[in-house]
Every structure is written in C-alpha cells, then in structure tokens.
C-alpha cells in the first residue's frame, strides 16, 4: 500500500474541557497519513486517478476551524472521517497535538487509525 502524508497542518479550534479552554481557540497541529494505491497516479500522471490531498486539507481546515470539542480524540476521529470520505483512501492515520496542554512537555498528542470497512 501506498501513502500520501499531510505533515504539520497547524490549525486554531476551541478544544478542551475546562471553561479557560472554551473561550478562546488553542492551536492544534495535524498529521495525516492515508493509505491508497498510487499505482495508477504514477503511470497515467492523472489528478483523476490519485487522492487530491489539496481538497482533503481543505475540508479538515474548514471542519477544525468551526469545531468546539472537548477532547482531542473527538477531533481526529472527525478528521479521519474526513479523509475516508475519499474513496479512493484505505486506511487513515490521525495525529493531533495540542501543544502546551501540560506543563513540564512540548505538547501531548492522540492518534488514531481509521479503515473503511468493506
């Protein structure tokens, strides 16, 4: 399987439980991997026949930017749905972090890994 990456989308959502976290957007930082076959993409040289990662950002800037989670989770879940929208993508590897959400550690990050179901 073959893979297209989106590395270190940083993004502004309301994101957390507690009420200093709810009244202002946190950064967030996204990496995507999305498995696919891109077999086809590099014979015919074709948009047509790959995953257009350009309209996937697109779509999960858009969700993110107008989301108001709680946790972390809910958000990667949200943005892995994005992603198997695609039909041609497999599988989908979310990881997200909320830099600065503990102190004493850069950051702390979730990440999940969605497949569509056959």
């Known amino acids: 399987m073959d893979r297209i990456t989106i590395k270190d989308l940083s993004l502004r959502c309301i994101i957390g439980l507690y009420p200093e976290e709810r009244d202002k957007k946190q950064d967030v930082i996204i990496n995507v991997v999305m498995d696919t076959d891109l077999s086809a993409a590099g014979k015919s040289d074709d948009l047509n026949d790959t995953v257009d990662y350009k309209t996937i950002k ?51 990050a979730v990440e999940v890994t969605r497949s569509r179901t056959a």
């Not at 695609?86 to 950051?107: E, H, M, W, Y």
């Open 58 to 108: 697109l779509s999960i800037l858009d969700f993110v930017e107008k989301s108001s989670f709680k946790l972390i989770e809910s958000l990667a879940e949200g943005v892995a749905a994005i992603c198997l929208k695609d039909a041609k993508v497999q599988s989908a590897t979310v990881t997200i972090d909320k830099p600065g959400a503990l102190r004493f550690c850069k950051s702390v």
